[in-house]
């Protein structure tokens, strides 16, 4: 038993090898270093049940439906953060240290994951394992796979099974519900998907366009049959400059876009520029890189897909 206390405190390997053998047990026993308030963040009270951490908020959310009531769930960044080049604090590291399993989006999403996670010892999975990448088009990042895969309900199919396999191997005793979860979760999404199929299918071909100020609908435009552009490929340095601005006012006015859209995380600046100079209509700001809080308009990711899907719809068929 002593061998198990020290693991339990100590490798994460360990703890995710023989913790749940003994699951009963070791609750009871080491309390005295489970049950602790986690430094910089007290809303993070550990509970007994273990920690998984994502990257970002919407990973959280898909995660917490997967969890159900067994395992805890946070995000390392918080609503409304920058999550491309985020530079984690001490804290996070304190945090992550408590983690059991930690989870990032991958496809070249989180700049900053690699140093971090070589620092923490829990094991991570990367949840757009086996995603058909989109690839930038735009010169500064060709051949680049776009990460913003899970803005198409389709590819968060595959993000939910991944969690589903990661939390399975973590608590393997759960697995049944981890996959029961899963599917239920898939059956959400579903639904979202068909209702902004049935509302797109009022657009003429003409028109079955999405102008963004970030690129991150190439994977919702490719399993949706719409065609994309946007002012920047991914939120960096270079945000809506003179080239970038000149390039989509081409755009929607080669295609005669009905409206444009820019994003919650992001200045619109650029965007309504776009709007006034070609005629278009600004159809408001979509949700992609973060939820809200929970007062807010998007505070789970299917709020988010719902939110986006009815802006797009709306602006583009202005039926409504
Ligand atoms: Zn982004």
């Not at 917490?64 to 995000?75: C, F, I, Q, Y």
Request: with cysteine; glycine share 8%; aromatic share 8%.
């Amino acid at each position: 038993m002593p061998n198990f206390f020290l693991r339990s405190c100590g490798s994460r390997s360990g703890r995710i090898v023989v913790g749940w053998v003994l699951a009963g047990l070791l609750v009871a026993a080491s309390s005295g270093c489970a049950r602790t308030v986690v430094e910089d963040d007290p809303a993070l009270v550990d509970d007994g049940r273990p920690l998984v951490l994502t990257t970002f908020t919407v990973l959280a959310d898909m995660a917490s439906n997967v969890a159900g009531e067994h395992l805890r769930v946070e995000s390392i960044t918080k609503a409304g953060a920058e999550i491309h080049g985020y530079e984690p604090t001490p804290g996070d590291l304190r945090t992550a240290e408590q983690a059991e399993l930690i989870l990032d989006n991958g496809l070249g999403l989180e700049s900053w994951f690699e140093k971090f996670v070589e620092r923490v010892p829990a094991p991570h999975a990367v949840v757009s394992a086996n995603v058909e990448p989109v690839y930038i088009r735009d010169d500064t990042y060709a051949g680049k796979a776009n990460p913003h895969a899970w803005m198409s309900p389709v590819v968060a199919e595959t993000y939910v099974q991944n969690i589903a396999d990661a939390f399975v191997t973590l608590d393997p005793g759960n697995a049944d519900e981890y996959r029961t979860n899963a599917d239920g979760y898939v059956r959400q999404l579903r639904e979202v998907g068909n209702e902004l199929e049935a509302d797109l299918s009022a657009l003429p071909d003409s028109q079955r366009a999405l102008v963004t100020c970030e690129g991150a609908f190439g994977y919702l435009a490719r399993d949706f049959d719409l065609q994309e552009a946007y002012l920047w490929p991914v939120n960096a340095e270079q945000e809506g400059t003179p080239q970038q601005v000149v390039r989509t006012i081409d755009f929607v006015r080669n295609n005669a876009v009905p409206a444009v859209f820019c994003e919650s995380t992001v200045s619109d600046k650029a965007q309504l520029q776009v709007a006034e100079d070609t005629g278009a209509r600004f159809g408001g700001n979509l949700y992609v890189d973060s939820l809200s809080d929970a007062d807010g308009p998007v505070p789970t990711y299917l709020d988010l897909l719902r939110h986006d899907a009815r802006l797009i719809a709306d602006a583009l068929v202005g039926q409504r």
